[in-house]
């Protein structure tokens, strides 16, 4: 049905209502059927639509009555944007809607509603398969514009597209009850996608009381679906999924209890796997070495899964406790087995290195069982072996000059949902994706972040803090990172979440990470529930270029040490030859003191033979005197 305002085309905007009359609506009628005579098509153009002397006469006809000049007067007016949305159904009226008045008067309603709920119609099924949810908020704002007579006009589209949606979920329960379909066990998680096209939360929760029965029927879907999925498949991580998607729905339906009992038994089967996994962990230890390193590792791990279980246990489950208990048990017997060996080592070899070794076993020791005593325990553990040991190690390190600061582990917090897995992310400044690598590439690192894969329970606003925790277990740090992490930020999450985007570190322009093993811890509550780790490396290229430049500077050294030990070679020759002149020298010394000596002796003799000796001995004192002198020339001689 067009609307067509009377005024408009009679072009009486400009008059009172009061003024207009029977007399100027048959003047300006004359005047509108001649302009129309007188057009090419015999149509009058009003706001693009082409209308005949028939549909102007008809709508001329609703000023017959006073209280519709008064109306359609105020339409054309007073409320243009509602006028034109009567007339083509133009989106402003509903995005800037705002009430009024005249809108509570049931008459305006009447006048207004035919024309008025196909427009509305057509807007919501657009927003709807869109998935508007704010313009569907406002054009379901609009709903007291209609009256219930012509509800079906303005919900009709809508309506149709639930029940296709639901016919689509019927179809895929009907192939996968008959065996009809490519979905596996591993891949029918795939199906979620689809699923949450077919029933959109959000918006479905938004539609008015009479799509009620589509809700319901909906619902009823969706549990055949994961009924179908369960007998199967055997999926109960799917069929929960489907089931959180269910209960989000506002139904009422004498259904709700079946839905609820179907939902206790997923819950069971899906914690039934967390726990299985758990186990599977624990044993995977049993042949590992038994030293704190490996325990701190177990403990690392396994927060992840208890935080998952005792997210998704009744409070008072044993379950949870029991298996919490078993691996602090585990990580005990870790414990005490590396202080037990170090200190019968450390014994036979009292010396400073094996001191240090057992100050840096009870240190990291200490450490570990204060983390145990951040899980929740059995008291009967914690009363025979978690204290007494505790105690007993306190004791040896203050035996040995080690502290024992309280670390102030707290507690696994309870949230309401689990962690199904971790991605690491390498994102630019601008979080578009760069190259995913194992290991990360050094100079390619830019922003490392982590997506947390989830399943949620329930709406929260949760605080996450993260640790970026480098090779040499330093953590990084800004200028403005709170005082035990790298940087905090607040997240809100519903039941349709399924991926936790946390932002990355880094910088836009050079890596900031060094090479080896680097750890992101996620913690909440200062209890830390989650943790990954990348590798980050060099290229093959950069390795190579290393290896040559430390092959050349070995080359350097070891020429350098070639010349070296020549050089040392010909200062040892030089030493040995100037020792040798220096031994001649004094040779020579020896040889010069002696002969003066003789000489001394020879003169001596001489004297006394030529002066006071007999005959022959005067002959013998002028030989000597004869040899003396040749002495003093050999001497002479020997000395040039």
């Given at each position: 049905?067009?609307?067509?305002?009377?005024?408009?085309?009679?072009?009486?905007?400009?008059?009172?209502?009061?003024?207009?009359?029977?007399?100027?609506?048959?003047?300006?009628?004359?005047?509108?059927?001649?302009?129309?005579?007188?057009?090419?098509?015999?149509?009058?153009?009003?706001?693009?639509?082409?209308?005949?002397?028939?549909?102007?006469?008809?709508?001329?006809?609703?000023?017959?009555?006073?209280?519709?000049?008064?109306?359609?007067?105020?339409?054309?007016?007073?409320?243009?944007?509602?006028?034109?949305?009567?007339?083509?159904?133009?989106?402003?009226?509903?995005?800037?809607?705002?009430?009024?008045?005249?809108?509570?008067?049931?008459?305006?309603?009447?006048?207004?509603?035919?024309?008025?709920?196909?427009?509305?119609?057509?807007?919501?099924?657009?927003?709807?398969?869109?998935?508007?949810?704010?313009?569907?908020?406002?054009?379901?704002?609009?709903?007291?514009?209609?009256?219930?007579?012509?509800?079906?006009?303005?919900?009709?589209?809508?309506?149709?597209?639930?029940?296709?949606?639901?016919?689509?979920?019927?179809?895929?329960?009907?192939?996968?009850?008959?065996?009809?379909?490519?979905?596996?066990?591993?891949?029918?998680?795939?199906?979620?996608?689809?699923?949450?096209?077919?029933?959109?939360?959000?918006?479905?929760?938004?539609?008015?009381?009479?799509?009620?029965?589509?809700?319901?029927?909906?619902?009823?879907?969706?549990?055949?679906?994961?009924?179908?999925?369960?007998?199967?498949?055997?999926?109960?991580?799917?069929?929960?999924?489907?089931?959180?998607?269910?209960?989000?729905?506002?139904?009422?339906?004498?259904?709700?209890?079946?839905?609820?009992?179907?939902?206790?038994?997923?819950?069971?089967?899906?914690?039934?796997?967390?726990?299985?996994?758990?186990i599977a962990l624990l044993n995977s230890y049993e042949n590992k070495p038994k030293n704190i390193s490996?325990?701190?590792?177990?403990?690392?791990?396994?927060?992840?899964?208890?935080?998952?279980?005792?997210?998704?246990?009744?409070?008072?489950?044993?379950?949870?406790?029991?298996?919490?208990?078993?691996?602090?048990?585990?990580?005990?017997?870790?414990?005490?087995?590396?202080?037990?060996?170090?200190?019968?080592?450390?014994?036979?070899?009292?010396?400073?290195?094996?001191?240090?070794?057992?100050?840096?076993?009870?240190?990291?020791?200490?450490?570990?069982?204060?983390?145990?005593?951040?899980?929740?325990?059995?008291?009967d553990f914690i009363i025979n072996s978690y204290n007494p040991n505790k105690e007993r190690l306190q004791?040896?390190?203050?035996?040995?000059?080690?502290?024992?600061?309280?670390?102030?582990?707290?507690?696994?917090?309870?949230?309401?949902?689990?962690?199904?897995?971790?991605?690491?992310?390498?994102?630019?400044?601008?979080?578009?994706?760069?190259?995913?690598?194992?290991?990360?590439?050094?100079?390619?690192?830019?922003?490392?972040?982590?997506?947390?894969?989830?399943?949620?329970?329930?709406?929260?606003?949760?605080?996450?803090?993260?640790?970026?925790?480098?090779?040499?277990?330093?953590?990084?740090?800004?200028?403005?990172?709170?005082?035990?992490?790298?940087?905090?930020?607040?997240?809100?999450?519903?039941?349709?979440?399924?991926?936790?985007?946390?932002?990355?570190?880094?910088?836009?322009?050079?890596?900031?990470?060094?090479?080896?093993?680097?750890?992101?811890?996620?913690?909440?509550?200062?209890?830390?529930?989650?943790?990954?780790?990348?590798?980050?490396?060099?290229?093959?290229?950069?390795?190579?270029?290393?290896?040559?430049?430390?092959?050349?500077?070995?080359?350097?050294?070891?020429?350098?040490?070639?010349?070296?030990?020549?050089?040392?070679?010909?200062?040892?020759?030089?030493?040995?030859?100037?020792?040798?002149?220096?031994?001649?020298?004094?040779?020579?010394?020896?040889?010069?003191?002696?002969?003066?000596?003789?000489?001394?002796?020879?003169?001596?003799?001489?004297?006394?033979?030529?002066?006071?000796?007999?005959?022959?001995?005067?002959?013998?004192?002028?030989?000597?005197?004869?040899?003396?002198?040749?002495?003093?020339?050999?001497?002479?001689?020997?000395?040039?």
């Amino acid at each position: 049905m067009i609307f067509i305002n009377p005024i408009e085309i009679l072009e009486l905007e400009g008059y009172s209502v009061g003024e207009i009359d029977s007399l100027l609506i048959k003047k300006a009628k004359r005047k509108l059927f001649a302009d129309i005579e007188l057009s090419d098509d015999n149509t009058l153009n009003y706001k693009g639509i082409p209308l005949t002397k028939t549909d102007c006469e008809s709508a001329i006809e609703k000023l017959e009555k006073s209280d519709n000049i008064v109306l359609c007067k105020y339409l054309a007016i007073d409320n243009q944007t509602l006028n034109k949305c009567l007339v083509n159904g133009d989106l402003t009226f509903f995005t800037n809607y705002q009430h009024q008045n005249i809108y509570d008067q049931s008459y305006f309603v009447e006048f207004i509603s035919p024309y008025f709920a196909p427009h509305f119609d057509k807007a919501l099924v657009n927003s709807f398969r869109n998935k508007y949810v704010v313009t569907t908020r406002k054009i379901l704002g609009t709903q007291n514009l209609i009256t219930n007579s012509d509800k079906h006009t303005a919900f009709k589209s809508t309506s149709l597209e639930i029940a296709d949606k639901i016919k689509a979920i019927e179809e895929i329960t009907r192939k996968i009850k008959n065996n009809e379909t490519s979905w596996t066990q591993g891949s029918i998680s795939g199906l979620l996608f689809h699923v949450r096209k077919w029933a959109p939360i959000e918006i479905l929760n938004l539609l008015p009381k009479y799509f009620q029965s589509q809700l319901n029927k909906t619902a009823d879907a969706l549990n055949l679906l994961q009924i179908a999925i369960w007998e199967k498949l055997y999926n109960p991580f799917t069929c929960k999924q489907i089931l959180d998607i269910l209960f989000s729905l506002k139904i009422e339906s004498v259904s709700k209890q079946t839905f609820e009992k179907n939902y206790e038994i997923v819950i069971k089967a899906f914690e039934k796997n967390h726990i299985d996994k758990l186990i599977a962990l624990l044993n995977s230890y049993e042949n590992k070495p038994k030293n704190i390193s490996n325990a701190k590792e177990l403990l690392y791990k396994a927060k992840t899964y208890l935080f998952n279980i005792k997210s998704i246990s009744d409070k008072n489950d044993n379950i949870y406790v029991s298996l919490s208990t078993r691996v602090a048990s585990v990580a005990q017997g870790f414990i005490i087995e590396e202080v037990n060996h170090t200190q019968s080592s450390n014994s036979n070899f009292n010396n400073l290195f094996g001191n240090l070794s057992l100050s840096e076993v009870l240190k990291n020791a200490w450490e570990a069982t204060q983390l145990i005593g951040s899980l929740e325990m059995q008291n009967d553990f914690i009363i025979n072996s978690y204290n007494p040991n505790k105690e007993r190690l306190q004791n040896i390190c203050n035996n040995h000059s080690v502290a024992t600061p309280n670390h102030n582990h707290s507690k696994i917090p309870q949230y309401n949902f689990t962690i199904i897995d971790g991605i690491i992310t390498h994102t630019d400044k601008d979080s578009k994706p760069l190259p995913i690598s194992s290991p990360f590439i050094k100079s390619e690192l830019r922003y490392i972040g982590l997506n947390l894969t989830v399943e949620t329970f329930g709406n929260h606003s949760i605080n996450f803090d993260l640790k970026y925790i480098q090779p040499d277990g330093t953590v990084k740090k800004g200028t403005s990172s709170p005082e035990k992490f790298s940087f905090s930020e607040r997240k809100v999450i519903d039941a349709s979440t399924r991926v936790i985007n946390l932002s990355g570190w880094g910088n836009a322009d050079k890596s900031t990470y060094i090479i080896g093993t680097h750890h992101i811890e996620v913690w909440i509550d200062n209890c830390m529930i989650y943790r990954k780790s990348f590798e980050v490396d060099i290229t093959q290229e950069e390795k190579s270029e290393i290896a040559k430049r430390e092959a050349e500077k070995r080359e350097r050294e070891r020429i350098e040490a070639d010349k070296r030990k020549e050089q040392a070679k010909i200062d040892e020759e030089k030493r040995k030859e100037q020792a040798k002149i220096v031994a001649e020298k004094v040779k020579e010394k020896k040889v010069r003191v002696w002969s003066l000596w003789i000489m001394g002796i020879f003169i001596g003799l001489a004297i006394i033979f030529a002066f006071w000796g007999l005959n022959g001995l005067k002959t013998l004192g002028i030989i000597l005197g004869v040899l003396f002198v040749l002495l003093l020339w050999i001497l002479g001689s020997s000395k040039k």
